[in-house]
């Protein structure tokens, strides 16, 4: 791969499919030297494939957002490598979808550990060299459950509205640096989202499916409204 002071270089968290994917081979194609970061490398083939086929810039890293040490190590590489990175695509994470009694803590709080701290971890990660070069953008995929409070999403929601004000704060205190924010509110996307949605265990006796089907949530109006209430786009999501 080569890099010269020209090129730009960005970084995307949560690679391996959906949204952060397509972003890799959207920015590769746009010329950027694409930093492709996953937790699990062996799901790399696909994206690694497709950019021998079309000779684009893309690299795979490591990253769990989880995990401090995963994080930092891998944007050291990446600047002991590539010497800066311009773009942040900060785009990992995961829907925990239920009523938020039929969780267990671990699982709210692991929630907002790949959600929201995992964003601040990574952001935290890059500050230094954008601020170095004056220089820098930061995107996070938040969501319209980031703009509007969704049945059944309180927990996920909780992270998007965490995302959206950690952003806005953000996007004034990194302004005077050259550092720019920007927020990217999807609706519902077909991706592998809502096959890794994670749905309440079975401890109180209630069925998985039994939660997701209860007719106080599964209510195109119960759903609708809180959209319409924030000007969003009606969706009705079919779980
Ligand atoms: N799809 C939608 O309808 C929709 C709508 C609004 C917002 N969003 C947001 O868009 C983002 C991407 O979701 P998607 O739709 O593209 O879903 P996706 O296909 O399930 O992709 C999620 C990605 O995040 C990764 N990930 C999860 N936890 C991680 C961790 N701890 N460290 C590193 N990577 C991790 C997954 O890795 P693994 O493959 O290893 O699991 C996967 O690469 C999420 O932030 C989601 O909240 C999605």
Redesign the pocket.
Known sequence: MSNNDKSKVALV??????????TCLALARSGFVTCA????KK?SGNLEKIARNENLQIKVFD?????DN?VYDTIEKIIMEFGKINVLV??????LFGALEDFSMDEIKNQF???VF?VIRVIRGVLPIMRQHKNGIIIK??????LAGIPTQSA?CA??FSVEGLSEALSFELEPFGIKLIL?????????????LIVPTNKYGIDKSETLVNPSYNNEETLAVPLQQHGGQVLILLL
Do not use: Q
């Not at 968290?13 to 397509?22: K, L, P, V």
């Open positions: 968290t949560g690679s391996s499919t959906g949204i952060g994917f397509e970061t996953m937790r699990d799901k990253m769990d957002v989880d995990n995963s900060n785009n990992a994470g995961y829907g550990e790949t959600n995992g995929i938040s969501s319209l459950s980031g996920y992270t998007k990217i509110e999807p609706g519902v996307i077909n991706t592998e989202f809502v096959n890794d």
